[in-house]
Nanobody, 124 residues
Framework: QVQLVESGGGLVQAGGSLRLSCAASGRTFSRYVMGWFRQAPGKEREFVGGINKSGGSTYYVDSVKGRFTISRDNTKNTVNLQINPLTPEDTAVYYC?????????????????WGQGTQVTVSA
């Protein structure tokens, strides 16, 4: 089992950047594929990207490619999401999630563990 806590959200102007972090408890962090999701007001929670167990492979949905970067540090039990540049359409609650499989899933139900989310608000 792993517990996840996101941080780093806030209010940012469009064109700026933000780094979200997700800290995991336990000594088995490296056994989990990690994903990032977001949920905008009135919309479904959507997958934006993920990273494999070693950190050597990432996957992003087309809409965020080139602006989102996911990285992880297994020695610190953290996974990060860098967003640059931000647009108002990035306003959402961002969640990290963990999956014990081998590949990077893109569907919400495939992730077993979730953080509580961190709010990102981008002003125009």
């Amino acid at each position: 089992q792993v517990q996840l806590v996101e941080s780093g959200g806030g209010l940012v102007q469009a064109g700026g950047s933000l780094r979200l972090s997700c800290a995991a408890s336990g000594r088995t962090f490296s056994r989990y594929v990690m994903g990032w999701f977001r949920q905008a007001p009135g919309k479904e929670r959507e997958f934006v990207g993920g990273i494999n167990k070693s950190g050597g492979s990432t996957y992003y949905v087309d809409s965020v490619k080139g602006r989102f970067t996911i990285s992880r540090d297994n020695t610190k039990n953290t996974v990060n999401l860098q967003i640059n540049p931000l647009t108002p359409e990035d306003t959402a609650v961002y969640y990290c999630a963990a999956n014990p499989g081998e590949f990077i899933p893109t569907r919400r139900y495939e992730y077993a563990y979730w953080g509580q989310g961190t709010q990102v608000t981008v002003s125009a």
